[in-house]
């Protein structure tokens, strides 16, 4: 068994190496899709450790792995807020609900990107009116452990973007597995999320005044529709490892390791891990994310999570999460579980 273990992680190894490599060849992809949104991570606890898709286990799930949210043995509650660059808001709300043969779970993820100044091509400066923007997520998500080792989930969601008066909307889907090998409880996640249709502006916003015949004089100008292209949602490919490396009666130190492909940027890996103090009470996380792009911006993230058992039926954790960024500053995270 101790031989196998060996294999198994000298063989993650190398495929992990190679992928990192392989990234000096690529093109990047960047801005090659729609919703950019959906690439952001939610959960504190999955955003702190960078490399999370074998380890998720709580309502977040529902957006990074949906085979995790199988882990729930009872009702669960997260909430997380995101304080991001200028006004702009990331936010989160997801509850699962364990049921007869599974679970279920529903959840809302919405970016905000604040109030902005309106121009005009005939008012290039400020016309001294405002409009806003967002991007929207709206999905149901099941999971249901199938045996002692596997568990399996499906995420349906609804996704929309509006600026002004103009928007896009789309139907997607994630998948997830997670597999809990004999070799050390080693846990072996995959996780395919953002599958769905393309989306395209349209709307109001894009009409505007134009000439059919510029080439003479005197026409009237008439009502014009500006052309939108349809774009891809950002689908992502994720295969992760989570390792106990060690484990006493009060304390674990986890290690985990993702390999990511999306459509919209080259390969990466990410690795992260968490020491957990006194039974679960008191977590420390960081990670780095993203090895082997060329161009990201993120440098490394940290948390620190604590857990507190109000009586049998109720119960809170608390999570942090810090991001650094090589640019626009650092970004923090907060989140809270209600355990119900």
């Given at each position: 068994m101790k031989n196998m273990k060996k294999y198994l992680l000298s063989f993650?190894?190398?495929?992990?190496?190679?992928?990192?490599?392989?990234?000096?060849?690529?093109?990047?992809?960047?801005g090659t899709s729609a919703a950019e949104f959906l690439r952001i991570p939610v959960g504190?606890?999955?955003?702190?450790?960078?490399?999370?898709t074998a380890t998720v286990d709580d309502p977040s799930s529902m957006i990074l792995n949906p085979a995790g949210l199988a882990s729930l043995d009872r009702n669960q509650a997260l909430v997380e807020f995101t304080d991001?660059?200028?006004?702009?808001?990331?936010?989160?709300?997801?509850?699962?609900?364990?049921t007869k043969n599974g679970v279920a779970g529903i959840h809302v993820l919405a970016m905000n990107y604040g109030e902005f100044d309106e121009t005009t091509e005939q008012a290039q400066?400020?016309?001294?009116?405002?409009?806003?923007a967002y991007s929207l997520t709206v999905g149901g998500t099941y999971s249901q452990q199938m045996n002692e080792r596997l568990s399996i989930g499906g995420t349906m969601k609804f996704v929309y973007?509006?600026?002004?008066?103009?928007?896009?909307?789309?139907?997607?889907?994630?998948?997830g597995t997670l597999f809990r090998t004999p070799f050390d409880d080693i846990i072996f996640g995959v996780s395919v999320t953002n599958v769905g249709t393309k989306?395209?502006?349209?709307?109001?916003?894009?009409?505007?005044?134009?000439?059919?015949?510029?080439?003479?004089?005197?026409?009237?100008?008439?009502?014009?529709?500006?052309?939108?292209?349809?774009?891809?949602?950002p689908l992502m490919l994720k295969v992760g490892l989570a390792w106990d490396a060690y484990t006493s009666d009060d304390f674990r130190a986890t290690v985990t390791v993702d390999g990511i492909n999306p459509s919209n940027n080259v390969q990466s890996v990410s690795v992260g891990g968490e020491i957990s103090l006194m039974n679960d009470l008191v977590q420390i996380r960081g990670g780095l994310p993203y090895l082997g792009q060329d161009d990201k911006i993120e440098t490394f993230n940290a948390g620190i999570g604590v857990n507190y058992q109000v009586d049998k039926t109720l119960g809170f954790g608390f999570n942090y999460a810090y991001h650094g960024y090589e640019y626009l500053g650092n970004?923090?995270?907060?989140?809270?579980?209600v355990y119900f």
């Open positions: 993650l190894v190398l495929i992990l190496a190679g992928v990192v490599s392989e990234t000096n060849a690529q093109l990047s992809k960047v504190a606890r999955a955003s702190a450790m960078s490399a999370y991001w660059y200028l006004d702009f808001t990331h936010s989160y709300v997801g509850v699962g609900i364990p400066g400020r016309t001294g009116r405002t409009f806003n973007e509006k600026i002004e008066n103009a928007s896009a909307s789309g139907m997607a889907f994630d998948l989306m395209q502006i349209t709307g109001n916003g894009l009409i505007t005044q134009c000439d059919l015949d510029e080439g003479s004089d005197g026409n009237a100008e008439t009502d014009c529709n500006l052309a939108t292209q349809s774009y891809d949602l970004v923090s995270k907060l989140s809270l579980q």
